[in-house]
């Protein structure tokens, strides 16, 4: 059971918009960043949010993130089945002392 | 860009200890701003923070795995390694390194896992 909680799936229609929530607590999103990862099958984790809202270069603006006091939702429009993935939130835990991801949600285009 | 490749044995005997190490390129380990990191994923699960060491010596580990972990760097060969010690069945994972860009101060870090390597399989087994 991960400390952060992420819903296990989600799904949408191509083209919809779709949204994963990233629940903590005090000691972890509601006092620190929140980044976001999404992990194509059979790939490693790629870097899709930082610092809560913050894209790296080459990820779309289709993809945005936000944060409120304790929960961070990642969002994605314009859905495409290539974005059928694994999505993982994570932060720093101030009172575990430990870097922390959400258990993952499946993303399914349908 | 940074690149980085994990290397290191597919299968360890149980109680043995796991060693893997992890090539950058595309930049230096000295590069101030990054802790270099090591991360795994059991089969069909999610990801697990293990630790990581910036280019200073600081190391920062998981609590849960402190006792077993040593990470450390090698900046003559642009490498950092890590050494999990004891293993069981329950270490068999798929480890990823990778860069994490942020800063730590007084037991508290902020930052985000900028880039990452493609992963090795490893799988404790008699």
């Known amino acids: 059971q991960s400390v952060l909680t992420q819903p296990p799936s989600v799904s949408a229609a191509p083209g919809q918009k779709v949204t994963i929530s990233c629940s903590g607590s005090s000691s972890n999103i509601g006092n620190n960043f929140v980044s976001w990862y999404h992990q194509l099958p059979g790939t490693a984790p790629k870097l899709l949010i930082y610092d809560n809202n913050k894209r790296p270069s080459g990820i779309p603006d289709r993809f945005s993130g936000s944060k409120s006091g304790t929960s961070a939702t990642l969002g994605i429009t314009g859905l495409q089945t290539g974005d059928e993935a694994d999505y993982y939130c994570g932060t720093w835990d101030t009172s575990l002392s430990t870097v922390l991801f959400g258990g993952g949600t499946q993303l399914t285009v349908l | 860009q940074v690149q980085l490749q994990e290397s290191g044995p597919g299968l360890v005997k149980p109680s043995q200890t796991l060693s893997l190490s992890c090539s950058v390129s595309g930049g230096s380990i000295s590069s101030g701003g990054y802790y270099w990191s090591w991360i795994r994923q059991h089969p069909g699960k999610g990801l697990e923070w293990i630790g990581y060491?910036?280019?200073?010596?600081?190391?920062y580990y998981n609590p849960s795995l402190k006792s077993r972990v040593t990470i450390s760097v090698d900046t003559s060969k642009n490498q950092f390694s890590l050494k999990l010690s004891s293993v069981t069945a329950a270490d068999t994972a798929v480890y990823y390194c990778a860069s994490w860009l942020g800063h730590c101060s007084g037991g508290s870090c902020w930052g985000y896992f900028q880039h990452w390597g493609q992963g090795t399989l490893v799988a404790v087994s008699s």
């Open positions: 060491i910036y280019n200073s010596g600081s190391t």
